[in-house]
């Protein structure tokens, strides 16, 4: 699902910081009673009353400072409000409002964003009368909170949620499959889509960075619809600079992945693995989505009979964790081999979407468990009663044990292993759920 961005703005000293650390539940962003402390965007994914968004604190915007750091953080805070969603707009209210406090709300309503007026260090209820001094700034009704309290959070997160769209996930009415084309900067990530569509329709340069936002295109091929989301590229955090739209555009890719159906990782023939193409396919895998690993530029490679077979098993051994991958060698430049990727895309999202039914499943799981007896330990073995399949993309079965601790990591890994020998999921990662069931229930 995508998730909406919030984006915390408003003068430095505001409490900004310290709100965002209550709401992420962690202590993420540096607080002190200094301004200019937060330098850097910093996001975390929250979640309130089953609705999922991702919050973005930022460095206070001091609109008249020459000072090269403070221009800087207004910056950054002026890119939030570009890709932001909802704008939370933190005022001081035991300060008052000040003529700075009047030039950020000018910017605000221009952005057009939705903006919700947060008078922070309300720390009793005495004190909200001071809060409707703030209607002048023409922003809409004040919400008065206390970031150190937490006091009336909850109405505050009642409001943020009310603003976004009644559905965030596009894929909720829309049967084509969706693609997101990831991995690090200038792997050809937007190239391969143009040579998908046979169009430029995304724009490329040789520029790390050109691509800012997740791009959606619908595409059909044959009787099947797809949807391609072209992704910003996402390097290192510590490449990233900090007065740049990039880590934006590395939240929406993030976010891309989330809402996809299959990922296409794309990683560059001629630089080889990299760190950072294992991190990205660590996130796919982690978000349990079907995936095919392209090859791309294997045009700009000097091959001889064992290039691919070289290569591949370099795939394999540094990303370990995603041997279910297919991997394709593709060059987006010439279209070698660029026709095989909707193939393949079909070929894995069937099965990510692959449903087994109870007794085969059982059926498969006694021979399992025939052919390799389960683990014992101090005299106690472990018993599977029985297996059920509990939802798909990512295949995910529950298994019904008589103790929990008895189940070995490496036995856990030979029934996923004879789960894809029997059934295949090819290109999708599967989830194992032990439960813990007494004889007599089971």
């Given amino acids: 699902m995508a998730k909406p961005l919030v984006a915390i703005v408003g003068r430095p000293n505001v409490g900004k910081s310290t709100f965002f650390n209550k709401i992420a539940g962690r202590r993420i962003a540096i607080v002190e009673d200094t301004p200019g402390v937060t330098r850097d965007r910093v996001y975390a994914d929250c979640e309130w009353q089953g609705r999922e968004f991702t919050l973005i604190d930022t460095g206070g915007i001091d609109p008249h400072s020459e000072d090269v750091l403070l221009r800087q953080m207004r910056r950054q805070a002026e890119i939030a409000i570009e890709t932001c969603d909802v704008i939370l707009f933190f005022v001081d209210g035991k300060q008052g409002m000040t003529a700075d406090d009047e030039t950020v709300a000018d910017l605000l309503r221009r952005s057009g964003k939705p903006i919700l007026l947060v008078v922070n260090k309300i720390d009793n209820v005495r004190q909200m009368d001071g809060i409707y001094d703030f209607y002048a700034l023409g922003i809409g009704d004040p919400i008065g909170i206390s970031s150190v309290n937490m006091m009336n959070f909850g109405d505050l997160l009642d409001a943020i949620c009310a603003l976004f769209p009644e559905d965030t996930d596009p894929k909720s009415s829309d049967p084509a499959a969706h693609i997101a084309v990831v991995g690090r900067p200038n792997v050809g990530k937007s190239s391969l889509v143009n040579r998908l569509l046979g169009q430029e329709r995304v724009m490329v340069s040789d520029i790390a960075g050109t691509t800012r936002d997740a791009i959606d295109t619908r595409l059909t091929d044959g009787e099947d619809e797809f949807v391609l989301i072209d992704t910003a590229g996402i390097r290192r955090k510590r490449a990233i600079e900090y007065q740049s739209l990039e880590r934006f555009s590395v939240v ?70 995603m041997p279910y991958a297919p991997i394709l060698f593709v060059s987006a430049l010439t279209g070698q081999r660029v026709t095989r990727i909707l193939e393949t895309v079909r070929e894995v999202h069937a099965q990510a979407c692959r449903r087994v039914t109870t007794g085969l499943l059982n059926d498969i799981l006694a021979d399992a468990q025939a052919a390799l007896q389960p683990p014992s330990t101090n005299g106690r073995r472990l018993k599977i009663y029985y297996a059920t399949q509990q939802g798909i993309q990512p295949p995910t079965f529950v298994f019904f044990l008589n103790d929990q601790e008895l189940m070995h990591f490496s036995y856990e890994r030979y029934l996923e292993n004879q789960l894809r020998k029997a059934f295949g999921f090819d290109g999708t990662p599967i989830r194992l759920i032990m439960r813990e069931r007494k004889r007599e229930e089971a």
């Fill in 252 to 321: 929406r890719a993030l976010a891309a992945i989330d809402r996809c159906d299959v990922a296409l990782l794309v990683l560059d023939a001629q630089q080889g693995i990299t760190e950072q193409d294992s991190k990205i396919a660590g996130y796919i895998d982690e978000q349990g989505k079907a995936a095919v690993i392209v090859v791309n530029k294997w045009d700009a490679v000097e091959k001889d009979t064992g290039s691919t077979s070289r290569f591949s098993r370099e795939v394999r051994e540094q990303l370990k964790f």
